[in-house]
Nanobody, 114 residues
Framework: VQLAESGGGLAQYGGPLRLSCTAS????????MGWYRQAPGQVRELVAK???????VYAESVEGRFTISRDRSKKTIYLQMDSLKPEDTAVYYC?????????WGQGTQVTVSS
């Protein structure tokens, strides 16, 4: 499975940005796709993820501001980010997990100006 991310860039404080991640294939019926982020000097952390049943989990820091969604026909997940804050600045990585498979996208930079 290969993951292609898009949609990063510069956003204003309080503004929106949407990330997309398309999988080359979804090999198994049971899988989880999600978004993680890593700020400079920080560990990579979960932002949001969604399993094949559509159940979503969010980090407390983004709950109510970010929304993860998917288009199964396009093998694509989205991360709608609203009310962005400077502390949301990081490289955002798409992730696909199923069984022993754990794949990462190349990452897309999100920078929020204050």
């Amino acid at each position: 499975v290969q993951l292609a991310e898009s949609g990063g860039g510069l956003a204003q404080y309080g503004g929106p940005l949407r990330l997309s991640c398309t999988a080359s294939d979804t090999l198994f019926s049971l899988f989880t796709m999600g978004w993680y982020r890593q700020a400079p000097g920080q560990v990579r952390e979960l932002v949001a993820k969604m399993n094949s049943a559509g159940h979503a989990v969010y980090a407390e820091s983004v709950e109510g501001r970010f929304t993860i969604s998917r288009d199964r026909s396009k093998k694509t997940i989205y991360l709608q980010m609203d009310s962005l804050k400077p502390e949301d600045t990081a490289v955002y990585y798409c992730n696909y997990r199923s069984g022993h498979i754990n794949e990462w996208g190349q990452g897309t930079q999100v920078t929020v100006s204050s």
